[in-house]
C-alpha cells in the first residue's frame, strides 16, 4: 500500500505558488511548505535549519520562546534564547522572556489548571495577539532565508511568489472563531499578510487534530485501515505540549480518500508542559528545606527532569534519577547524591496522572459518541513519544477493544506536514458539530405562560402590533449534527423598522451555545453556556428604494424587511452571510 502522497493530484493552478504551513505549539514551533508548480504534484518540505541550530542536522522543531528587551523589542527567539550567551545577556540586561503565549489566546470556555503557577506576565504594552504575532514573522523569516539559501535559484524563486503566499494556521480543536481571529490579526501584526480582505484571505485554518489525521495519512499510516475499510472508526489523539487534541474519523471511499468525521472533536488541557509544572511544585515542596530550594536551582532542575526522566519514564516500579549537578553536588535528606535527586518511581507516575486520566476520559467519550464505531487509535504529537503516557493509554483502553499504535516516523512534526497534506488533498468531507448554534428572534408573547409572565417588563410592541420578547433563541444546526462541506444552513427572518437609515448598518448576532443537545428556548447572556460565534453585517439600504411603507397601529409609518442568513459549518473556519432580495434580484 503506497503513502497517501501517491493519491495526490497535481497542482490545477496557472502560476507558480507557495504554501506554508506555521505550526506554532505550546512549547515546540515548525514549519512545513511545498512549492507548487503548475501540472506537477506537490512535495512537502520541512524547514530544517533554524538560527541557533546549526550544530543540529536536521531539527524540524524550535522552541516557543522569545525574549523582549525593556522597551518592548523582540531581541532573541526560538533556539537562539535557549543559547547559554543569550540567556546570560538577557539576565544581565533584565530582558523578560515570553513563553507558553499561545495558551493565551484560549477560549474563556477553556479552563487552564495550572496548579498555582501562573503564566509569565506580558512585555510591557503588547497583547497576547502582538507575542503571537512577533513569533509568527520570526518563523517566517526563518522560513524565507531556509528557502532562499536551499533551493536552486532560491531568490528569484521568492520574488516569484513572495505577494501571494498561501498561508495554514494550525489551532487545537478547541479553538473557535474568536481564536482564528486573533490569529489572523497576529498574522497581519507579524507582516505575513497586508491588512487588506485580498491579504486575510490568504490565510486558511486546520485544527491539529485533522492536521494529524492527513499527516497520518501521508506517512501511509491509513494503509491497514485503507486495505479493510469497513467502516470502522479510528481516533487521531494529537498530544502536544499544551493540549490534546482527539478527533474521531471513518474512511467512506478509498479512490479518491474520502473521511469523515464521526464524533464532535475534543480538546483538554492535558499536555507534557502540565507535567513539568506539576514537576516543578513537587520539587518545590520536596526541597523546600535544601540549598537546592532556591526558585534558580528548582527551574534548572525541572528543566533536566523535562529533559531526562520526563522523557524515559516507563516503568513505576523503578527507582528514577533526575541528573542536574556535578558529582559534588549532595544532600541525603532529600536523596540527592552525586548530582542526582532520587525519585520513586510511584511519584514521578503521580506527575503525569492527571493528564493521563484526562486522555482516557476524553478517548472515552469519544468512542461512547462514535456509537462504538472507534476500533483503534493512533497516538501523535511530541507527548506521544512518552513511553509511559503510550503504555498507559494501551493498558487504559484495552477494555474498551480500541487498539492503541503510534507512527514510528517523526510525529513531532505532524501537524506542519499535515497542515499543507490537508490544503493540498483536503480528504475530510464531513464534519460533526460540536455545539449548537442559532440567532436571537422576537417570541411572541404568551400571558399565560410563566416564563413569559417572568420576562414581562422586557416585552415591546411592534409597529404593525404584536407583542414580543426579546432573547429568544432560534437553532440554526444542532450539536452532533453531521455537516458536509457543501451543506448551507439557512434561515429567513423579517424585521420591521421605522427609519430605513437604520438599515445601512443591519448586523446580526450568532450565538453558540455549549449547554449540551437541548435546545434553550431564551438566550442567557450572563452564563458561559452562551458566546457570541460572530456578528455577520450588510448594508441592506439598497433595500430601502423597494420597500414597502405600511401604516403601524399608532399611526406611525414602518417597512417590513425580509431576508435570510446562511451559515456554512462544513469548512474548518466558519463562513456566514445575510441574503436578501432586492427588486427581484438576490444580493
Known amino acids: 500500500m503506497k503513502p497517501a502522497s501517491g493519491t495526490r493530484k497535481p497542482y490545477a493552478g496557472s502560476t507558480r505558488s507557495l504554501v506554508l504551513a506555521l505550526d506554532v505549539g505550546t512549547t515546540f514551533s515548525g514549519v512545513s ?85 501562573r503564566l509569565a506576565p506580558l512585555p510591557v504594552g503588547k497583547t497576547a495577539v502582538d507575542v503571537f504575532g512577533d513569533f509568527l514573522s520570526y518563523l517566517f523569516r526563518c522560513t524565507r532565508s531556509f528557502i532562499i539559501d536551499t533551493h536552486a535559484n532560491g531568490p528569484a524563486l521568492w520574488r516569484a511568489v513572495e505577494n501571494d503566499i498561501q498561508f495554514v494556521l494550525s489551532h487545537p480543536n478547541g479553538w473557535e472563531g474568536a481564536q482564528q481571529s486573533k490569529m ?32 497520518c495519512v501521508l506517512n501511509g499510516l491509513a494503509a491497514d485501515v485503507l486495505q479493510n475499510p469497513s467502516g470502522h472508526g479510528f481516533i487521531v489523539a494529537d498530544a502536544g505540549g499544551g493540549t490534546l487534541d482527539i478527533s474521531s474519523y471513518a474512511i467512506r471511499g478509498t479512490a479518491p480518500l474520502v473521511i469523515e468525521e464521526i464524533a464532535p472533536p475534543d480538546c483538554v488541557f492535558a499536555g507534557s508542559v502540565f507535567v513539568s509544572r506539576r514537576a516543578r511544585a513537587f520539587f518545590e515542596e520536596k526541597l523546600k528545606n535544601s540549598k537546592y530550594g532556591t526558585s ?56 503525569f496522572e492527571p493528564s493521563i486520566e484526562a486522555a482516557v476520559t476524553s478517548i472515552k467519550a469519544q468512542i461512547d459518541a462514535s456509537g462504538g464505531a472507534v476500533k483503534s487509535v493512533w497516538l501523535v504529537g511530541g507527548f506521544a513519544a512518552s513511553p509511559w503516557l503510550f503504555s498507559q493509554l494501551q493498558e487504559r483502553l484495552a477494555r474498551y477493544h480500541v487498539a492503541v499504535s503510534r507512527p514510528d ?20 468531507s464531513a464534519r460533526i458539530s460540536k455545539f449548537m448554534y442559532g440567532v436571537e428572534y422576537l417570541r411572541e408573547f404568551d400571558e399565560k405562560d410563566e416564563e413569559h409572565a417572568a420576562r414581562k417588563h ?50 446580526v448576532e450568532i450565538w453558540c451555545y455549549r449547554g449540551g443537545d437541548t435546545v434553550p428556548k431564551w438566550i442567557h447572556r450572563s452564563s458561559e453556556e452562551f458566546s457570541t460565534l460572530c456578528y455577520v453585517r450588510a448594508d441592506l439600504s439598497p433595500l430601502a428604494g423597494s420597500a414597502q411603507a405600511k ?33 427581484g434580484r438576490t444580493k
Open 184 to 215: 489572523r490579526r497576529a498574522a497581519v501584526y507579524g507582516k505575513l499578510i497586508p491588512d487588506t480582505d485580498e491579504g486575510k484571505a490568504r490565510i486558511r485554518f486546520v485544527t491539529e487534530g485533522e492536521a494529524s489525521l492527513h499527516a
Open 33 to 117: 511548505y511545498a512549492i507548487l508548480e503548475p501540472g506537477e504534484v506537490p512535495k512537502i518540505h520541512g524547514v530544517t535549519r533554524f538560527p541557533g541550530q546549526e550544530h543540529v542536522a536536521g531539527n524540524s522543531k524550535i522552541p516557543s520562546i522569545m525574549y523582549y528587551d525593556e522597551s518592548g523589542t523582540m531581541v532573541a527567539a526560538g533556539a537562539e534564547a535557549e543559547n547559554a550567551s543569550i540567556v546570560a545577556q538577557a539576565e544581565d540586561e533584565g530582558w523578560i522572556k515570553a513563553e507558553l503565549f499561545k495558551l493565551r489566546l484560549r477560549p474563556k470556555s477553556m479552563k487552564l489548571k495550572m496548579n498555582g503557577m
Open 296 to 351: 534558580d536551582a528548582l527551574d534548572h532542575i525541572t528543566k533536566r527532569f523535562d529533559e531526562t526522566t520526563k522523557r524515559l519514564f516507563r516503568d513505576s516500579k523503578e527507582l528514577q534519577f533526575v541528573p542536574f549537578g556535578s558529582p559534588l553536588d549532595k544532600d541525603l535528606s532529600v536523596g540527592i547524591r552525586g548530582g542526582q535527586l532520587k525519585l520513586t518511581g510511584a511519584e514521578v507516575a503521580a506527575l
Open 458 to 507: 422586557r416585552l415591546f410592541e411592534m409597529p404593525s402590533g404584536p407583542k414580543l420578547l426579546p432573547d429568544a433563541f432560534d437553532c440554526i444546526l444542532a450539536r452532533g449534527v453531521r455537516v458536509k462541506e457543501s451543506n448551507v444552513f439557512s434561515r429567513k427572518y423579517c424585521t420591521e423598522v421605522t427609519n430605513l437609515s437604520t438599515l445601512s448598518v443591519f448586523e
Open 409 to 428: 516516523t517523526q510525529t513531532s512534526k505532524a501537524v506542519a506536514d499535515g497542515a499543507i497534506g490537508f490544503y493540498c488533498d483536503h480528504h475530510v
Open 551 to 583: 401604516q403601524g397601529r399608532n399611526g406611525k409609518t414602518y417597512w417590513t424587511i425580509v431576508f435570510s442568513i446562511e451559515i456554512h459549518f462544513g469548512l474548518t473556519e466558519f463562513k456566514a452571510r445575510i441574503k436578501w432580495v432586492d427588486n
